[in-house]
Nanobody, 116 residues
């Protein structure tokens, strides 16, 4: 069982920045990838950014150039640096971990609200 603890959400004005953190209670070698998803009211959950154990990254088109995902394997923690935030980035952000044996785990979610 892997537990995920997210932090860093909050309220910010448009153009501002936030940094989300996701700490996983698992050994780094058991994690294949970590990712951030988000879900806005009335919308489906969508992938924001992902990073593999090798450091390969992937981003949604809507956040490319503004968000950066990174990972500290020693701390089993993933980060999402969000810059130039827009009101449409408002959502609950979820961390997701995929283990090497194919198990998926989700965090509890952290609210990000961007005011115009």
């Amino acid at each position: 069982q892997v537990q995920l603890v997210e932090s860093g959400g909050g309220l910010v004005q448009a153009g501002g920045s936030l940094r989300l953190s996701c700490a996983a209670s698992a050994r780094s070698f058991s994690i294949r990838s970590m990712a951030w998803y988000r879900q806005a009211p009335g919308k489906q959950r969508e992938l924001v950014a992902g990073i593999t154990s090798a450091g390969s990254t992937d981003y949604a088109d809507s956040v490319k150039g503004r968000f950066t995902i990174s990972r500290d394997n020693a701390k089993n923690t993933a980060y999402l640096q969000m810059n130039s935030l827009k009101p449409e980035d408002t959502a609950v952000y979820y961390c997701r971990v995929l283990t090497v044996v194919g198990n998926l785990y989700w965090g509890q979610g952290t609210q990000v609200t961007v005011s115009s």
